[in-house]
């Protein structure tokens, strides 16, 4: 009965500190970002037979940023599901 409330109060301690870390990444990685850099236009060359031609696309530079945003809301979701998973079983294992 003792090892499993150790266990428990260790997994619950893990979960949650897990969910702070997971909070504080996203906390940071969203903190930095600006509507000015969403609206960066793309710097694209196209060729032509005098040479290249610089061109700039507006919107179009935003498109890297706004799959990275949307990639790290996935991560971030699935790192908040397995630490509160975490946390529930130490949560079960304290309660018995």
């Known amino acids: 009965m003792e090892r499993r409330k150790i266990a428990g109060i260790v997994l619950a301690a ?3 500190g897990l969910l702070f870390m997971v909070f504080y990444q996203a906390y940071t990685a969203y903190s930095t970002l600006t509507e ?7 710097q694209l060359t196209i060729p ?3 040479g290249e031609v610089p061109v700039e696309l507006p919107g179009l530079g ?3 940023k706004i799959l990275k945003v949307i990639a ?3 991560y971030f ?14 949560v079960d294992l304290l309660k018995d």
């Open 72 to 74: 790290d809301s996935i």
């Open 14 to 16: 893990v979960g949650v």
């Open 48 to 50: 032509s037979p005098l």
């Open 62 to 64: 935003s498109i890297p």
């Open 36 to 42: 000015a850099s969403f609206q960066a236009p793309a």
């Open 77 to 90: 979701g699935v790192m908040i599901a397995a630490a509160s998973k975490i946390a529930g079983k130490g």
